[in-house]
Antibody, heavy 120, light 111 residues
C-alpha cells in the first residue's frame, strides 16, 4: 500500500524560504516509471502543479514557479523535499505530495496535504 | 485562468446522469495528451478517478466514465448518489507551456 505524508511549517513569513518534506512508503523512487510530485491548492481555488521528481532523477518544474522551486531527494531514501524561495502571501495553500505513475501518466496516490500560511 | 476550462458547477438529482466537460486546445488535449480526472470531497485530498482518458483505477465504480474527442474531454457520472457531491478536476499536459495543467474544477451538487 502506497502512502505519502507531507511535513513542514504551517506558518512562514514573506520573503522566507519554505521547505516541505514528503515521506512515503510502499514504493521505491528508483523503480522504473515512478515519480513524486507536488501540487498545491490555495483556499477555495483550483489545483496547481508545482514539480515532479522522476525515478531516473529527472526533475520538472512549473514554468511559472521554476525560478523559486527546487525538488530533491531527502536525507532518507523514502523522502522528497520541495523548497520554495521568497514566499509571498499568494503562496498560502494546501501543499500535496503525490505518487506519480508513468504507466497511468497521472497522480494516482495523494498525501493528506499540509496547509501553509504565508503571513508576517 | 486555467488552460483547461471546466464549468464552475453542475447539478443533478439522485439517480440522474451528469457530465462535466473539460475544454482544452491544440497544445494539450488536442495534441493527443492524455486526460485524467480527480474527485475531491470537501476537506479531503483529491483522488484519482479516471486516468488515460477512459480508465478507472480499481475501486472506482463503473458509474464513472471518461471520454475524449478533439480538444475536449468529458466525465460522465450515472446513477448519481449523494456522496458523489464533490469538486472534480481534469488534468493533462500542455506542450506550449511544457507543464502539467489542471482545469479550474467543477463543483457537483446532488439535489
Amino acid at each position: 500500500q502506497i502512502t505519502l505524508k507531507e511535513s513542514g511549517p504551517t506558518l512562514v513569513k514573506p520573503t522566507q524560504t519554505l521547505t516541505l518534506t514528503c515521506t512515503f512508503s510502499g514504493f521505491s523512487l528508483s523503480t522504473l516509471g515512478v515519480g513524486v510530485g507536488w501540487i498545491r491548492q490555495p483556499p477555495g481555488k483550483a489545483l496547481e502543479w508545482l514539480a515532479l521528481f522522476y525515478w531516473d532523477d529527472d526533475k520538472r518544474y512549473s514554468p511559472s514557479l521554476k525560478s523559486r522551486l527546487t525538488i530533491s531527494k531527502g536525507t532518507s531514501r523514502n523522502q522528497v523535499v520541495l523548497t520554495m524561495t521568497n514566499v509571498d502571501p499568494v503562496d498560502t495553500a494546501t501543499y500535496y505530495c503525490t505518487h506519480f505513475s508513468y504507466r497511468r501518466d497521472s497522480f494516482d496516490v495523494w498525501g493528506q496535504g499540509t496547509m501553509v500560511t504565508v503571513s508576517s | 485562468q486555467s488552460v483547461l476550462t471546466q464549468p464552475p458547477s453542475v447539478s443533478g438529482a439522485p439517480g440522474q446522469r451528469v457530465t462535466i466537460s473539460c475544454t482544452g486546445s491544440s497544445s494539450n488535449i488536442g495534441a493527443d495528451y492524455k486526460v485524467h480526472w480527480y474527485q475531491q470531497i470537501p476537506g479531503r485530498a483529491p483522488k484519482l478517478l479516471i486516468y488515460n482518458n477512459d480508465n478507472r483505477p480499481s475501486g472506482v465504480p463503473d458509474r464513472f466514465s471518461g471520454s475524449k474527442s478533439g480538444t475536449s474531454a468529458s466525465l460522465a457520472i450515472t446513477g448519481l448518489q449523494a456522496d458523489d457531491e464533490a469538486d472534480y478536476y481534469c488534468q493533462s499536459y500542455d506542450n506550449s507551456l511544457t507543464a502539467i495543467v489542471f482545469g479550474g474544477g467543477t463543483k457537483l451538487t446532488v439535489l
